[in-house]
């Protein structure tokens, strides 16, 4: 029996998958100014010194032993080990550990992390096809573009229904850059881009487990799978994207067309990507940045009788958790974070070890941060007060959190990051020529030189 449904869906959306399918397909090689092209190689030098640094964290343990009962054939790198595993399972996995820390990158305008599931893709393909490093790093901005511009079109509705956005565009990035990569034309990648319409991928909900860096691994695995399968004549409907029962109708009651195709092939939103100082939700930097000021200007914990902290709804809404009982669950919260800012002046992954988050000093001041919601303060503020023992009461505004496009990392800050997390793994002088490829990345011959390089010797 028929069912009499009250959907209210849009029957003339512009052909969204059709426009963007053509795009990444014809878009001329590097065709973007400098400054685009630079920020793709330091969004690429970012991603791989996250997916190195995690490299041994028990959840990229735990999903190379899952790989291995498949028994993959040895066709990519995982980023920080020696182990080689087939081109699905590399992405998966560097999707994986590029997101553990929480410390990857951020399109600030829809809180994507567009490099885990991009760059993961591009680089397992990449290394199979002994690409260019020219041809990567044109996928990498092509296909970021494809993910970002779908996100501005379903966010925020999309989000606050409870999906991770990252997941659930990054298979569309990721399908789009692999379709570059491949060589697809238009239409093949217009099958692509429908394939991976049916896998988006992501629950908020798993915030603060395992699963949620498994959120941009997966999306690299099915959309470099949906690349593939569209290669060998697989089909999909060609209106995936915008068709009444197509993905951005059915994941979110927004759904602004024009964020796709608004000056497609001029702006290219990986000139809005940012790059984390502190290993946790963005949502969180400003608080941690205040609190480092407050360290900056005297303040020491043993001083402090109680931290008022002013913040944006959103802030307590995802990381709100006041007692976190282990690092990933310290990632979102905003007391631990102000906690270590104070204590630490910093919050780098060392900062969310377990017993970090459970050190008795930690955990007394993280007590003392009284946290109230004032939706006339941005979600990128945040407004602290350390009122002390002898009455004093210490103010710090932070408008823009250091990392964000307002007061960016600089090639120099996202080097010792990279550093911090890659030297405990591959040894300071193999990070060194490491960071030296990434940053060479667009004039290499073939890929597989630096991803032999992500594995230790």
């Known amino acids: ?62 999903a190379l032993a899952a790989v291995g009962v498949l028994q993959p054939a040895p066709q990519a790198t995982v980023a920080g080990r020696r182990e080689k595993v087939d081109i699905a399972s590399a992405a998966l996995i560097n999707g994986i550990t590029s997101h553990t820390f929480d410390f990857d990158d951020t399109h600030l305008k829809t809180i994507i992390h567009p490099a885990g599931p991009v760059a993961s893709a591009l680089l397992a393909l990449a290394e199979l096809k002994g690409a260019s490093g020219r041809e990567l790093i044109d996928a990498l901005v092509l296909g970021i573009d494809v993910a970002c511009r779908m996100g501005n079109v379903v966010y925020p509705e999309h989000y606050d229904r409870g999906w991770h956005i990252t997941g659930t565009t990054g298979m569309l990035g990721a399908a789009a850059g692999c379709a570059r990569l491949l060589g697809l034309n238009a239409d093949q990648t217009q099958m692509a881009l429908g394939i991976a319409a049916s896998q988006p991928i992501g629950l908020r909900e798993q915030f603060g487990t395992m699963t949620k860096p498994f959120h941009p691994g997966a999306a690299a695995r099915a959309g470099l799978m949906s690349a593939l399968l569209a290669q060998q004549g697989f089909t999909a409907s060609p209106r995936a994207l915008e068709a009444p029962r197509g993905f951005a109708q059915v994941v979110s009651t927004k759904t602004a067309w024009n964020e796709a195709t608004d000056e497609l092939g001029r702006r290219f939103e990986i000139s809005f990507n940012s790059y984390k100082p502190f290993a946790c939700g963005i949502v969180i930097h400003p608080s941690i940045d205040a609190c480092v000021q407050l360290r900056a200007q005297g303040v020491a914990a043993d001083q402090v009788e109680r931290i008022e902290l002013k913040v944006h709804s959103l802030v307590l809404e995802l990381t709100g958790k006041k007692e976190p009982a282990d690092g990933l669950q310290g990632k979102f919260s905003v007391y631990h974070g102000c906690a270590a800012g104070l204590i630490f002046g910093k919050a780098t992954e060392d900062e969310y070890a377990d017993d970090i988050v459970n050190r008795a000093d930690m955990v007394a001041l993280r007590r003392k941060v009284v946290a109230t919601v004032d939706d006339g303060i941005d979600e990128a503020s945040a407004d602290v007060t350390a009122v002390l023992a002898d009455g004093r009461r210490v103010h710090v505004f932070v408008e823009h959190a250091i990392g964000s496009l307002q007061r960016p990392m600089s090639d120099a800050d996202l080097e010792r990051k990279f550093s911090g997390m890659s030297d405990p793994v591959l040894g300071a002088q193999r990070t060194a020529a490491l960071i030296a490829a990434c940053w060479e990345l667009g004039g290499a011959a073939d890929v597989r030189a630096l991803a032999a390089l992500a594995r230790p010797a």
Not at 7 to 31: C, K
Not at 32 to 47: I, M, P, Y
């Open 1 to 62: 029996m028929a069912r009499n449904t009250q959907v209210q869906a849009d029957h003339n959306a512009p052909p969204v998958t059709r426009i963007l399918a053509e795009y990444v397909a014809t878009h001329s090689s590097r065709g973007w100014s400098d400054a685009v092209d630079h920020e793709a190689h330091r969004t690429f030098l970012n991603w791989l010194g996250c997916a190195v640094g995690a490299a041994h964290h028990e959840a990229a343990a735990a």
